[in-house]
């Protein structure tokens, strides 16, 4: 296990060379410079050109990657052309939690909600119950999540004023566990708008895979042996129908970080995906660059913790 887990990592290295190098050729090749949209016609255009000198923009491309990836490894995405300067990892630090906490909010309300329906959709098929969940299966996938967000805030908050529109916290007054609860309180919406989508894929998935394994060879021995119904779907059952949940949370672990950017704009919640989609529109090269890396490195470790829990629920699978 440690020998394989040692090889993954060790490949990770060229896939993040890759990845680099894919990033950094797409924010060159992009339209403009984060000067465009500051030209003032009062302004002369040398300053401009003189500022663009000092960040080394007029450099050639291979020496600007070589300097922005060796300060990369070092934790130095360099500084921000648009937030006046200011570190790219300051920025991303203070938000970076922000994330985390709404990802794991959305992937805990995926898991409570989806694997339960499924597995009582696939024990109970064409039941009204399992109808339902097809049909908010099918619901959940077709509906974009923007769309989502808009209208649980509509009815939710400015209708019912159950839950607060935007935002993380109510006020700087609030500390200690009333800031968590209202955190908390803050988070659901978004939580739930974000994790929609995948609580829908989940859910198919999950009532499939049990209504495959419950047709086994072995659940049917299982039974005639005369073991309870609970016992053969706890211990034989789930096991074997979690391997492709696992996969699928493995890939959820990068999508969820990475896909909040639309959640987070409609909820107007301070996380890496508003920081991200205001860095693009203000060509903020920077970090756009270091937050897609970011990303990257999510998915990757995404895959790596998916192939380490393969091996825990499957122990048919080694990787000596």
Known sequence: MYK????????????LFALSVIVFALAK??????????????????????????????????????????????????????????????????????????????????????????IYSAR????????????FGFIGLAIPNFFFGLLAIYFLSIKLGWFPPQGTVSGSEVSGFQEFV???????LPGITLG?????????????????????????TAKAKGM?????????TLRNALIP????????????????????????????????LDAIINRDYPIVMALTLIFGVFILVGNLLADIFYSIVDPRIRYD
């Open 4 to 15: 394989y887990i040692i090889r993954r990592i060790l490949v990770f290295i060229p896939m």
């Open 29 to 118: 090749a992009a339209p403009g410079d984060p000067f465009t949209t500051m030209l003032d016609p009062n302004v002369d255009r040398e300053v401009f050109e003189e500022r663009k000198e000092a960040l080394g923009l007029n450099d050639p491309v291979p020496v600007q990657y070589a300097r922005w990836i060796g300060s990369a490894v070092q934790g130095d995405f360099g500084e921000s052309i648009v937030y006046n300067g200011r570190p790219v990892m300051d920025l991303i630090q203070a938000r970076f939690w922000n994330t985390i906490y709404l990802g794991l909010v959305a992937l805990f309300f995926t898991i409570i909600v989806a694997i339960p329906i499924g």
């Open 124 to 135: 109970n098929p064409y039941s009204m119950l399992d109808y339902a969940a097809t049909g």
């Open 182 to 188: 209202d955190r908390m309180h803050h988070m659901i």
């Open 196 to 220: 929609l989508a995948s609580t829908a894929t989940y859910m198919r998935y999950m009532r499939s895979e049990v209504l495959d394994v419950l047709g086994s060879d072995y659940i049917r």
């Open 228 to 236: 309870t119904d609970h016992n053969v779907l706890y211990k034989h």
């Open 245 to 276: 949940i696992i996969t699928l949370m493995g890939f959820e672990f990068g999508v969820l970080v990475g896909g909040a950017v639309i959640t987070e704009r409609v909820f107007n919640y301070p996380g890496l995906g508003t920081l991200f």
